[in-house]
């Protein structure tokens, strides 16, 4: 039915009339999933207020994933101080899924600055029992990971190692941000090769720009607070490669400007890329308000990946990670 070389339009258009030949409607609430080959699992998108004035409601966003042929969305919650301007619960994700249940799969974020002790002593953690008991509880509402991961502290500081510790312990996929001021990290990754050696099978999904730009060897501190404006050749010994070769609880979520531009920049390395690691990528759009432009679809389609490349990215590697099956 698809081809390697099928466009965007025509892959749309074709899940749309596999839809309605066996009689499957899509509805904006609660309603069937379209039964395109490659429709989309989003992992990453939020809800409420990011941007001043522009806050996506739910409709909306089920809205655009009937646009654009997503089928399944998931709803990251922000409530870490420096995350964004405006919160956006655990509880507001929940409610989300509680209206769209087949549609919108919730996340839950915890920062564990409001709910552990700082260390007593180098080596001593205390604390992450209750985080566990609050994950768990959030698990019972449905959340299927944690995230948006996006705290001021480095990426492995003890109060988010103990984090780490309680997702490992209840079974919950941590979704991260990782730039210079959100769980920063240097050139090499070597707090987030830290997390990885620490916690071999807890799942961790990379996103933003010091993530991205680690896909480089010769990636700079100045890297990891921007997005490079132009084509730029990625020079090979990144880290993202060498961390996802020895670490398979390594993803990488193709979401927002990074995971867009990162392929965008060199797209012959990039599409190398994805084929490479096609097991440990998965499809993102970090849908933050209404109208706004998505260029991962039309620059996905345009790369003319396999098609066993793109059913894992699209959607399989989500429904392995989120056991959404």
Known sequence: MNTAR???????????AASTTIGVARSTRGGSRPAQKHAYIDIHTHLGTFVYGKELTADELVRMMDQHGVERACVLPLVSPESSPYPQTSEAAIAAHKRFPDRLVPFCCVDPRCSTMPPLRPGHVVGTRGIIDILKRYQDA???GLG?????????????????????????????????????????LPRLEN???TFPSLPLIGHAAGFWASISGDATPADFGRYPEVPKPIAPG?????????HPNLYGDLSEPGGERVIARD??????????????????????????QIPQFELLE?????????Q??????????????
């Open 6 to 16: 099928q466009t965007r339009r025509q892959f749309v258009t074709a899940g749309v």
């Open 142 to 144: 449905g959340c299927r």
């Open 148 to 188: 948006e991961h996006k705290t001021g502290l480095p990426l492995d500081h003890p109060q988010l190692m103990m984090l780490y510790e309680a997702c490992n312990e209840v079974g919950l996929p941590i979704l991260f941000h990782l730039d210079d001021i959100r769980n920063p990290d240097t050139p090499g």
């Open 195 to 197: 997390v990885l050696k």
């Open 238 to 246: 990144g880290a993202l490669d060498r961390l996802m070769a020895k």
């Open 267 to 292: 797209r012959t390395f990039g599409r190398d890329f994805i084929i490479r690691r096609a097991n440990q990528l998965v499809f993102g759009t970090d849908w933050l308000m209404p109208a706004q």
């Open 302 to 310: 345009s790369l003319n990946l396999p098609d066993d490349v793109r």
């Open 312 to 325: 894992k990215i699209y959607r399989d590697n989500a429904l392995r990670l989120l056991k959404l099956r």
